[in-house]
């Protein structure tokens, strides 16, 4: 398993990562953010983590809704658009697990073969063979 370095609460279901609190780590998984947080997002290490190339990913049911506040939730869903335009892979945890061409490259030397149901990039299929 990829090492993950957790930024909030842990997510609800399993990701495929084994979470750690300091470096080194191959991910970085968002598991929960606060209003604030997700409306001024600037954590260091998952900008840095970004900048590097590293896979951040970032558990959806761990978001803040404002469905009472129309002003407010315009406000997340453009928050929501401008981390995905970082790089932020958004999940739900659900069956499908996207697998990046550092964790194929991983998951080859170590001859794991990627489950039923992974999304693999281009680069991590042309890595893999499949």
Known sequence: MSRALLIGAEPSRLLGYT???????????????????????????VLCALAEGKPVVLYTPG??????????????????????????????????RLITAQEARQMRASGITAGPGAVLTPLAKEILGE
């Open 63 to 96: 978001l803040p809704e404002a469905p009472k506040n129309r002003a407010l939730a315009a406000s997340l869903a453009s928050a929501r658009r401008e981390m995905k335009s970082w790089g932020i892979i958004f999940t739900d945890g659900g069956q499908k």
């Open 19 to 45: 979470y750690v609190t300091e470096a080194p780590f191959d991910t970085v998984v968002i598991g929960s953010l606060t209003l604030g947080q997700a409306l001024r997002f600037s954590d260091e290490t």
